[in-house]
């Protein structure tokens, strides 16, 4: 509270003049102080913080004995995506004996839509599977970075069929077999 203090200058009587009292203001900021803390404490208690970005993936439903089984993918809609060390990607396409190539996380995109126009463009009316299904390997030498990156590459281009699951020896084998022959695809029968 705001206070007048009204102490005085202790005048003298001698010299005839009045003198007259100074008064000094002293203001209690104890009130605005309590105020400010009220205010912190509110906006602190309703201020929503950022939520965490989290990418929704769909995990499938344990399939019932009743349900008829899922339709075959055909080897042309196919492609798998190996994820190597030092931001290689391994991919080739179809299901048996393939031919495997490398790239970078720079290049990939194209590959990917390219894949997906050539199975858009072969579709037809009585296929059940009407997209590209695309299988993510990621090896031991990978990293979580380019695990994200290539299921955010899924979600720009619009991939709606896609899986992560564990490399097989024989894919690691082929790739051992492409560094060691230089470069050059290895001969799969």
Wanted: glycine share 4%; no cysteine; net charge neutral.
């Amino acid at each position: 509270m705001a206070q007048m203090d009204t102490a005085s200058t202790g005048g003298n009587k001698k010299g005839g003049k009045k003198k007259t009292k100074k008064m000094s203001t002293r203001v209690d900021l104890t009130p605005m102080v309590d105020l400010a803390f009220l205010l912190i404490t509110f906006f602190m208690l309703t201020t929503t913080m950022n939520k965490p970005q989290a990418m929704q993936i769909n995990m499938p439903v344990e399939r019932n004995p009743d349900d008829p089984p899922p339709p075959e993918v055909p080897a042309a809609k196919v492609l798998t995506l190996i994820l190597g060390a030092n931001n290689t990607i391994w991919y080739y396409e179809g299901l048996q004996s393939p031919e495997i190539k490398n790239t970078d996380y720079t290049n990939i995109r194209n590959i990917i839509l390219d894949k997906k126009k050539k199975v858009e463009a072969a579709i037809l009316p009585t296929d059940k599977i009407k997209s590209v299904v695309i299988i993510i390997k990621p090896t031991n030498d990978s990293n979580y970075s380019n695990l994200i990156d290539i299921l955010d590459e899924m979600a720009i281009d619009e991939i709606g069929t896609y899986t992560v699951v564990p490399v097989t020896p024989q894919e690691m084998s082929l790739i051992d077999q492409f560094k060691n022959a230089g470069g050059a695809p290895p001969a799969v029968n």
